[in-house]
């Protein structure tokens, strides 16, 4: 599909059906799958061969929705995980193991900050956490010998800090090590990150690629591009004999376009098992197919509602990169000339006590610790998704405690504006 335009991937990418074949994505529901011979089996163990033998490593169906994800990328190989979670783990734990460093943006989701700041650390994996409006100086002295990966999200979770993805990724690259960023809110419809030198990216396909708060999953896609080889002394996991596999030196087997995500298969989901079920991937795919039209509309509700409440007087600020008045807004139509997302963020002028008062009053948008949903929802980050933070931490992140999360979903803009209006009246 590579002569084909976003939109027509986003319909008919991953999949071309044969004469006779089914129109849908199948869904191959089956844990194992049958060979005539061991001899044949023993070729895919071996790598050898490509095929199927377990669906805790690979399955057809989520396999070729990993396609169209990697055909919207723009990526040369991908793989789904079973949630955005385990996208970003395994994104980093294939390439960062115990004594290895990662240089993060301090302004990421608060289950991603926590997942590399305290679990990873149990692992004996450093983290430098950034701001993602550090200087060129700032970020390089973030490195250290032992530096493994970049991190950042394209827009931030629940911040909407926008990441400077060259900026990122030229420090990444001085330094021998590949950028790789969380492209959830956007979408490859919005930004497509390795256009501008990410090298690896990853996904919460739970948000807008289903848009319909009906599975958990990730994604990780590989640009095909960074050299492992030449910088084989930092990621000797690739470019040295994997013992637990046959001998096999990824890097040099699978070159770089298929080395990564073969590693990440063959060893990380392997011995973890964070496997997406088929029937998922294939809800996830009828997700994908209207992205690009969904997409459209979560960002026009998402600016008319930060619009609004940029004129209220019971706000103190509104942030959303749409808006001209945002310090991100120039960086954003650079790497998002459509616009971004429909999440707004904004702290009520009462503070936290007004922001538990207003969450009570609204009648159409529920209250969700889902976010990027067909369906508007709202959430208090500091009392759900990231009170494992504290406050200095929130601060860092750009996340006050009364703070209030907004995912403008696909209701006609009009009936949104009146239940914001309604909740803030009453304040």
């Given amino acids: 599909m590579s002569d084909y335009r976003l939109n027509t991937k986003c319909v008919q990418g991953g999949y071309t059906p044969k004469n006779g074949e089914p129109r849908q994505i199948p869904i191959i529901q089956s844990t194992t799958f049958k060979y005539d011979t061991s001899e044949d089996m023993g070729k895919l163990f071996d790598l050898e061969a490509s095929g199927y033998f377990y669906s805790r490593l690979q399955n057809p169906t989520c396999d070729m929705v990993a396609a169209k994800i990697a055909e919207l990328e723009g990526g040369t190989a991908a793989m789904l995980t079973g949630s955005g979670q385990s996208a970003n783990f395994f994104a980093l734990f ?8 990662i240089v993060a943006s301090s302004s990421i989701y608060g289950g991603t900050f926590n997942l590399i700041a305290v679990t990873m650390a149990k692992m004996g994996i450093e983290v ?29 979770n629940p911040a909407l800090t926008v990441l400077d993805i060259e900026k990122f990724a030229k420090a990444a690259h001085e330094h021998g090590v590949p950028l790789i960023v969380d492209n959830t809110f956007p979408t490859p419809v919005n930004c497509r990150p390795i256009e501008w030198g990410a090298d690896i990216v990853t996904h919460s396909t739970t948000k807008y690629m289903d848009g319909h708060g009906s599975c958990v999953g990730g994604a990780i896609i590989d640009s095909g591009k960074f050299d492992w080889m030449a910088h084989a002394d930092k990621f000797p996991g690739l470019c040295t004999p994997d013992e637990s596999y046959h001998g096999i030196t990824y890097a040099e087997k699978f070159g770089k376009e298929g080395a990564y995500i073969t590693k990440a298969t063959a060893q990380l989901m392997r011995d973890f098992g964070c496997v997406q079920s088929p029937n998922s991937a294939f809800i996830l795919n009828l997700g994908l197919e ?31 990169p749409g808006l001209a008045s945002n310090k991100y807004h120039e960086i954003a139509k650079k790497y998002m000339p459509n616009g971004g997302c429909g999440v707004v963020s904004f ?18 948008a529920a209250i969700e610790t889902h976010v990027a949903d067909a369906r508007t929802c709202c959430l208090n980050p500091a009392s759900s998704t990231h009170r494992q933070m504290t406050d200095e931490q929130l601060e860092e992140a750009g996340i006050p405690a009364g703070l209030i999360r907004i995912s403008c979903g696909l209701e006609d803009k009009e009936d949104l504006i009146a239940d914001l209006k309604q909740a803030l009246e009453q304040l």
Avoid at 94 to 101: K, L, S, T, Y
Avoid at 132 to 138: F, N, V, Y
Wanted: glycine residues 8%; proline residues 1%; charged residues 30%.
């Fill in 94 to 101: 294939n390439i960062c193991e115990n004594g290895g460093h």
């Fill in 128 to 156: 430098t956490f950034v701001s993602p409006d550090a200087s060129e100086e700032e970020l390089n002295a973030a490195f250290k010998d032992n530096t493994k990966a970049v991190f950042g999200e394209t827009i931030a």
């Fill in 290 to 320: 209207s992205l690009h039209v969904r997409m459209a509309r979560h960002v026009e509700n998402g600016l008319t509602v930060a619009e609004f409440l940029e004129g209220r007087e019971e706000v103190k600020f509104v942030n959303y």
């Fill in 347 to 364: 702290e009520l002028a009462g503070g936290r006590s007004a922001a538990e008062k207003f969450m009570k009053n609204l009648k159409l």
